[in-house]
């Protein structure tokens, strides 16, 4: 099997005993830990770079990346976006209806978080389709097309603000447990978790790819990547990525990912945003 040899080839397999699921911690602990993991594994590279994913850890590879930047391939998206932003539903009512903050003043930043409520995690693609189904509007699809380009445009006016996930309660402990040890958990043929890759082999390269740290990893989401030659949502990459190593991927919006992202955003907090993205 070919992705198994150059994985094989990398020492990527085997490697790792890891157990880095500790038994209940205190999410601002693993923030810190998080982060100084990183300062020292690429230290020199700024805070704020980590934006820009792998970008941030190679000069040759982010001079690149800025000259894509001039003329961003996520523009068509963007103008998309802000077409769909701006249409009222048939009813008239429109999207900033649904939402007490605009675009401009940071609705991007303000996802995810804890829906105290409903008990469960919402996510601004689930929160941007309950918005039409609730104006009597025909949600859209969840990973790719309108839903990234409205997700893009929201992102758009919203970049410069700053995560700032929080986790008010011992439910919301719960579901970011639970994305934690998601993150941490191996799976699939190539028994493989997303820490083996983002964590323990940031920086390290994978055919013609060098993984990205996995601090940034939702800044600057929904990306459009080259491969897919459109854009897409942080739930379908979370979806390639679960591909990648021959496991099943889960459906985009569902709680396994609206966990996920809960868990790796916390991670990002105090980060700015700066979506939509541009990848390979
Ligand atoms: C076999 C290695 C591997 C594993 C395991 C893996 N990924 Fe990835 N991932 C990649 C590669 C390769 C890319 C593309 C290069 C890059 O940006 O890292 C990528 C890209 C990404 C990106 C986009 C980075 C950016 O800057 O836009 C995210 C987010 C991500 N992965 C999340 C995950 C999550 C969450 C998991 C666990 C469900 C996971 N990955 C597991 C290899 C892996």
Excluded at 38 to 66: I, P, T
Aim: aromatic share 12%; hydrophobic share 35%; with cysteine.
């Amino acid at each position: 099997m070919k992705i198994k040899k150059w994985l094989a080839s990398l020492g990527l397999i085997g490697l790792f005993a890891v157990s880095s699921v500790s038994a209940k911690t205190d999410p601002e602990t693993d923030r810190k830990s998080f982060v100084d993991y990183f300062k020292n594994r690429h230290s020199g590279v700024e805070m704020s770079a980590y934006m820009n994913g792998a970008y941030a850890l190679n000069q040759a590879a982010y001079d690149e990346w800025l000259s894509i930047e001039e003329f961003p391939p996520y523009e068509l998206a963007l103008g998309e976006g802000e077409d769909i932003w701006n249409t009222p539903f048939a009813n008239g009512k429109t999207y900033q209806d649904c939402f007490d903050t605009t675009p401009e003043d940071g609705l991007r930043a303000k996802y995810p978080h804890w829906d105290d409520s409903r008990k469960q995690v919402m996510t601004l693609e689930l929160a941007l389709n309950e918005c039409r189904s609730a104006n009597g509007e025909k949600p859209f699809g969840w990973k790719k097309g309108k839903i990234a380009s409205l997700s893009a445009y929201v992102a758009f006016q919203g970049r410069g603000h700053a995560i700032q996930v929080s986790i008010p309660n011992g439910d919301a402990l719960a579901a970011y447990e639970m994305g934690k040890e998601f993150y941490y958990t191996k799976r699939g043929q190539l028994a493989m978790s997303c820490a083996d890759c983002h964590v323990y082999n940031s920086g390290n390269k994978v055919r013609a790819d060098m993984l990205s740290p996995a601090l940034g990893h939702t800044t600057h989401f929904p990306v459009y990547r080259s491969k897919w030659g459109a854009m897409g949502t942080m739930h379908r990459r979370y979806g390639g990525c679960n591909e990648q190593v021959r496991a099943r991927s889960f459906k985009a919006q569902g709680p396994e990912y609206r966990n996920l992202e809960y868990f790796m955003a916390y991670m990002n907090n105090g980060m700015e945003t700066n979506g939509p993205g541009a990848r390979k």
